[in-house]
């Protein structure tokens, strides 16, 4: 079974500094898709950034952009320039991509604090 | 486009009181997911639809639990004579055939007292 590993529960990050998040996953497959969402506190996931792994290049999302090392099963996500609308649960999450399920598993979230 | 809406948002019954939640995708999006999020987790997947057909159902949906869709548009979770640990954020997410991404609603907060 695929299981997703954040190993920091807490993150703080200055305004428009940079900070990393950590996610690491276990899968047997070779066709799949990773996730990082964000939930902002009392309001709903929101989809940051998507990659799949079967692309080489990873993916950037205007100030975000995540480092893909599939041999490590590692896919951090790096937030530059942070904001204070930043702040929130970051959640990565793991998608099969054979076809067998479409379900998401999740990570146990990294809640990110921006200082002013 | 306005998003998936969930209904209630906030609910609070007693022990042994049954509930029914209601989701609407986003429109055009064929397929439909539920999960549960307990505090201080992410959130674990319950069941899954594509069109009106429940293709995938988790473990964690107990015979309690009971979801439909209908007419392949907007779905509703029920949970029968609710429990303490029952007590949860239960989400709905949405995505278009084709798309591995999912849009989350604003889930629905039950308490069980």
């Known amino acids: 079974a695929q299981t997703v590993t954040q190993s920091q529960p807490e993150m703080s990050v200055q305004e428009a500094e940079t900070v990393t998040l950590s996610c690491t996953y276990d899968t047997s497959e070779s066709d799949y898709y990773l996730f990082w969402y964000k939930q902002p506190p009392s309001r709903q996931m929101i989809l940051v950034i998507r990659?799949?792994?079967?692309?080489?290049q990873n993916a950037t999302e205007n100030r975000f952009s995540v480092n893909f090392q599939k041999a490590a099963k590692s896919f951090s996500l790096k937030i530059s320039d942070s904001q204070l609308g930043d702040a929130a649960m970051y959640f990565c999450?793991?998608?099969?991509?054979?076809?067998?399920?479409?379900?998401?598993?999740f990570g146990t979230g990294t809640l990110l604090a921006v200082q002013p | 486009d306005t998003g998936v809406s969930q209904d209630p948002r906030h609910k609070i019954t007693k022990r042994g009181q049954n509930v029914t939640f209601r989701c609407d995708p986003i429109s055009e999006h064929n397929r439909l997911y539920w999960y549960r999020q307990t505090l201080g987790q992410g959130p674990e997947f319950l069941t899954y639809f594509q069109n009106e057909a429940q293709l995938e159902k988790s473990r964690l949906l107990s015979d309690r639990f009971s979801a439909e869709r209908p007419k392949g548009s907007f779905s509703t979770l029920e949970i029968q004579r609710t429990e303490q640990g029952d007590s949860a954020m239960y989400l709905c997410a949405s995505s278009p055939n084709l798309q591995p991404e999912q849009y989350f609603g604003p889930g629905t907060r039950l308490t069980v007292t």
């Open positions: 999450a793991y998608r099969s991509g054979s076809g067998a399920t479409n379900k998401l598993i």
């Open positions: 990659q799949e792994a079967y692309k080489q």
